[in-house]
């Protein structure tokens, strides 16, 4: 019956349905299921499967955006304030910098990153870099996120790579995406990585956490 019960939360999840989806992890939790076993054969099972579908050039952003949110909702259901935090593996700072207010893409990101066991800050849209920074720094961040929608927003880009190597932060990765950040290079931008989608962002990272093992 848990088989089951995990292929419908893993079918939930990929089809962005949110209310089935944390029905279903009420379920779980009911008949005795542990939370880490629904996360890494539930929650993490549906995102390799997505994944495996943007790697086939079958991506649909929409299709991502609801699955990003339902991961979310789970990962709350799973993890309220009273319960103890899920191991992560690292925290990654996300935002869009001053003078973008969209957030989709970090929206996105962070329902991924989440559902492969990364702690997420999300200093929300329209984010000055000196913000950002302090965010990383207090929160001991390995890498920060930032997606641009609007062009206008490259020089900030630029600048949060002065500003983390003048505050001797060097050591965390920058990660850029969005439309107008994955037209440039990680040269042009200052960035460590440019990732086309969530995915890559999130494979980026995993090599890191290879890297230092």
């Keep these: ?26 379920r779980l939790l009911e008949n005795g299921e542990g939370r880490e076993r629904i996360i890494s054969d539930g929650v993490e099972a549906a995102m390799t499967r997505l994944d495996n579908k943007c790697t086939a050039d ?13 991961v979310t909702a789970v990962i709350k259901e799973l993890y309220p304030p009273a319960v103890p935090p899920l191991q992560t593996k690292g925290t990654v700072v996300t ?3 001053e003078g973008d207010v ?3 893409g970090k929206t996105i990101l962070k329902g991924v990153l989440t559902a492969k066991r990364y702690r997420v800050v999300d200093c929300g849209k329209d984010c000055p870099v000196e913000k950002m920074t302090d965010v990383a720094e207090i929160e001991a961040a390995m890498a920060i996120c930032v997606s641009g929608l609007i062009t206008t927003v490259i020089p900030q880009v630029r600048l949060l790579r002065t500003e983390i190597v003048g505050r001797g932060l060097g050591h965390i990765k920058l990660i850029a995406g969005g439309a107008a950040l ?11 990585f440019v990732a086309d989608t969530a995915f890559d962002a999130l494979h980026y990272l995993e090599s890191l956490m290879e890297m230092q093992k």
């Design 1 to 26: 019956m848990n088989k089951h019960n995990m292929k419908v939360l893993i079918n939930a999840l990929l089809d962005g349905d949110q209310a089935v989806a944390l029905e279903e992890t009420k």
């Design 58 to 70: 079958q991506f649909n952003l929409l299709e991502i955006m609801l699955a990003g949110r339902a």
């Design 95 to 97: 935002g869009t910098l």
């Design 102 to 104: 969209h957030d989709l």
């Design 182 to 192: 994955k037209q440039g290079s990680a040269g042009s931008l200052g960035v460590d």
